[in-house]
T-cell receptor, first 111, second 116 residues
Framework: RKEVEQDPGPFNVPEGATVAFNCTYSNSASQSFFWYRQDCRKEPKLLMSVYSSGNEDGRFTAQLNRASQYISLLIRDSKLSDSATYLCVVNSRRGADGLTFGKGTHLIIQP | SAVISQKPSRDICQRGTSLTIQCQVDSQVTMMFWYRQQPGQSLTLIATANQGSEATYESGFVIDKFPISRPNLTFSTLTVSNMSPEDSSIYLC?????????????FGPGTRLTVT
């Protein structure tokens, strides 16, 4: 089993729709979880950290299920500008050097 | 967040040569890292750049191939030595702001390297 696994997509979604991604991780001792966004030929940008209680930032909601070892990202009222690759990232070590990146889910919002 | 810059932004190099990439941060940071993103792949950690001591390398990466300097808390360099076409990749530095969990990392814009 890969350390961090994501459906690569692409997800083709009409503008205004709601879209959800899941990500699974293999290390049950993982401590920190993140969603990053990466646009073509750009660096990854932190979208949000994922907390055990779940967290919301505007149209974006992240959930963590430790028992099943998966993380989800929900995007409501999707915009054309949401088109990007979304990287699931897990910190599997005690220190900051333990980030493991998923290969990303490619999202295309269609007008 | 911090402002992170990298130089050069891109380069095309001949095999057998070396390239040094610079990473500059606009504030002092304790933790700084170097990553590689090969075409169509996700990010892989090369090493942790430690200020005042030798870098800590991940499995599969060695100091002779990727020497790293960290002379102060705002600057680091990564050298890709004796390059081959397999080294063609995007190289990114990242920093962690703050001291504890969740260790959110912020990335520089990357250096796109092509080795011919």
């Amino acid at each position: 089993r890969k350390e961090v696994e994501q459906d690569p997509g692409p997800f083709n979604v009409p503008e205004g729709a709601t879209v959800a991604f899941n990500c699974t991780y293999s290390n049950s001792a993982s401590q920190s979880f993140f969603w990053y966004r990466q646009d073509c030929r750009k660096e990854p940008k932190l979208l949000m950290s994922v907390y055990s209680s779940g967290n919301e930032d505007g149209r974006f909601t992240a959930q963590l299920n430790r028992a099943s070892q998966y993380i989800s990202l929900l995007i409501r009222d999707s915009k054309l500008s949401d088109s990007a690759t979304y990287l699931c990232v897990v910190n599997s070590r005690r220190g900051a050097d333990g980030l493991t990146f998923g290969k990303g889910t490619h999202l295309i919002i269609q007008p | 967040s911090a402002v992170i810059s990298q130089k050069p932004s891109r380069d095309i190099c001949q095999r057998g040569t070396s390239l040094t990439i610079q990473c500059q941060v606009d504030s002092q940071v304790t933790m700084m890292f170097w990553y590689r993103q090969q075409p169509g792949q996700s990010l892989t950690l090369i090493a942790t750049a430690n200020q005042g001591s030798e870098a800590t390398y991940e499995s599969g990466f060695v100091i002779d191939k990727f020497p790293i300097s960290r002379p102060n808390l705002t600057f680091s360099t990564l050298t890709v030595s004796n390059m081959s076409p397999e080294d063609s990749s995007i190289y990114l530095c990242s920093v962690v702001l703050g001291q504890g969990l969740p260790y959110e990392q912020y990335f520089g814009p990357g250096t796109r390297l092509t080795v011919t």
